[in-house]
């Protein structure tokens, strides 16, 4: 069944954020925003608030594949996002089901600690998603430290991260986009790179305060400008508009950190309107 144009469904693999501030909950407010119809696969429950992570509950890797094979034996999709992955059982089981799909392009944010710190990921995870995942991926958006992470050899301290991103590409990943907000810089600094190196480097203001659920909204973001036709580069600085805008206008909800409004354009439409 050929997929509709009009329709753009994008499968998201993420964990529940009940803030709604990143997650899946993040992945589907985002897609829905840029015109997508998003589905999703629970890959884990979270105990958490605007705060930070108390706990997490992997789903069973076996409830993760039967959620995504029911979905996928119904709906034809155009790009899969996959997002926090809870276990390497998880990680296997979705490589499993994402390589009988090969023409779907795949966008991959490699969640490993929250906005402030918690751990989301062990060494073994992450191990599993460069083995099983990188090699299906068609954009890897890490954050600078979880780049670094990634592609930390033994003998390493801290690799550049150009060098990263080659060992990253090497390991599979067809364009690394490695984003710059844990850098000491002033404006905030996100590369992209392909096999032959960086393709392009854009500076953005860099907004006060602290936010969650950033990387799953450019991740997201990127997912449906795929989807919606755009080639990797147009598709990965338009992400990073639409990302920008919804951090610039995000709110604060509880006593944490600041939650994007993904649905930004919309009220800038409304304001207009009561003009």
């Not at 629970?42 to 105990?47: A, E, I, R, S």
């Not at 067809?174 to 984003?179: A, G, K, M, S």
């Not at 960086?198 to 997201?220: F, M, N, V």
């Not at 990073?240 to 800038?268: M, S, V």
Request: net charge negative; with cysteine.
């Amino acid at each position: 069944m050929p997929i509709d144009a009009e329709f753009l469904p994008v499968l998201t693999f993420a964990a529940s954020d009940p803030t709604g501030g990143a997650g899946v909950q993040a992945d589907l407010l985002t897609l829905a925003s840029l015109g997508c119809h998003p589905l999703s696969v629970l890959t884990g429950l979270t105990v958490q608030n605007t705060a930070g992570v108390d706990r997490v509950l992997a789903i069973d890797a076996g409830w993760v594949a039967d959620q995504a094979r029911a979905l996928l034996e119904d709906v034809p999709v155009s790009v899969f996002k996959l997002g926090m992955l809870g276990s390497v059982e998880t990680i296997a089981a979705i490589a499993g089901i994402i390589n009988d799909y090969p023409d779907v392009p795949l966008v991959f944010d490699p969640v490993l600690a929250s906005g402030r710190g918690d751990p989301l990921a062990d060494d073994e995870m992450a191990d599993a998603m460069i083995e099983l995942l990188l090699p299906r991926t068609t954009v890897l958006t890490p954050n600078s430290l979880e780049a670094r992470r990634l592609a930390l050899g033994e003998d390493d301290d801290a690799p550049a991260l150009s060098e990263c991103a080659r060992r990253l590409i090497n390991a599979g990943a067809e364009y690394v986009l490695i984003t710059g907000a844990h850098e000491n810089s002033p404006q905030v600094i996100n590369t992209l790179y392909g096999a032959d190196g960086r393709i392009c480097e854009d500076s953005w203001e860099r907004l006060p305060g602290s936010y969650h659920g950033s990387g799953c909204t450019l991740a997201s973001a990127i997912a449906a400008n795929i989807a919606n036709g755009l080639g990797i580069k147009d598709a990965v600085r338009n992400a990073q508009d639409y990302t920008w805008h919804a951090l610039a206008a995000g709110f604060r909800p509880g006593k944490g950190q600041y939650i994007p409004d993904r649905f930004f354009w919309a009220r800038d439409v409304e304001a207009a309107g009561d003009e």
